[in-house]
């Protein structure tokens, strides 16, 4: 597949000296779960995964931050880095959400628009 083709695609992507990574890979992945979910006998019907993403914490109370790393799992599921997000997948459907915190209008201080 050409090169243009490629990198029109909606893309995860951390900036210069990374890769861009397809966002389908993380509906693959989803559908992966799911797949795996329904041939384990265990799992019930209309059964739904429900997943927390990492939080941020704080050092020693103070304004400083320690450097955030988003949950293995979620970040596979969703492709998401930011913190304080969960994530809800219907294992039947492999219809799939995600809950964002609304951030506070003092947020584009610190963090820009």
């Not at 992507?13 to 890769?19: A, D, F, K, V």
């Not at 941020?56 to 988003?70: A, L, N, S």
């Not at 979620?74 to 995600?98: K, Q």
Request: proline share 4%; net charge positive.
């Amino acid at each position: 597949m050409p090169i243009e083709k490629i990198s029109s695609r909606p893309s995860f992507w951390l900036g210069n000296e990374t890769l861009k990574v397809p966002l389908a890979l993380f509906a693959l992945n989803r559908r992966r779960l799911c797949e795996r979910l329904r041939q384990n006998k265990d799992v019930q019907k209309n059964s739904i995964v429900l997943l927390q993403g990492g939080e941020e914490t704080q050092r020693y109370c103070t304004d400083t931050g320690i450097v955030f790393r988003q949950e293995s799992y979620f970040h596979w599921t969703f492709g998401v880095t930011e913190a304080g997000c969960f994530g809800a997948v219907d294992v039947d459907t492999g219809r799939s959400m995600l809950f964002v915190p609304q951030l506070p209008e003092s947020y584009a201080v610190w963090m820009g628009k």
